[in-house]
């Protein structure tokens, strides 16, 4: 085996080692759901008087984690392929596909319809 062949072979087993190292675990999903879920909420928010917006993030904010403790973690199915991570979730008649590889999540399928339903289902 030549110099390069093996210096290309040793790049890509640490490269797929280091995708390994940095698949995304239930908890990172939930943190990006929670993420996706405040964003969407910012977003509703706009067409409503200040101090309902505040409102409703305090209520967000409290309720998150029992949120999707109770409603998102119960209805996820990982996959879990070593170096990247299927997550499928059935949410309120709707399916969220994310893959995440590297530390970072990548939505395939019903992130935005998904999040929209989950933050009225807040209240």
Known sequence: MSLLRLSIVVVVLTGAIGLALSN???D???RFVEQELSKAID???QGTPTREQQF???VF???SRKLLESVVRPNTARQNWGILSRYET???DTKVIVLGL???FIPIQGVEEATLKIGRMAF
């Open 56 to 58: 409703i993030r305090r």
């Open 28 to 30: 990172d999903y939930l």
């Open 24 to 26: 995304p675990t239930m």
């Open 102 to 104: 590297g530390g970072w």
């Open 61 to 63: 904010q409290s309720q």
């Open 90 to 92: 059935q949410v309120a």
């Open 43 to 45: 977003r509703m928010d």
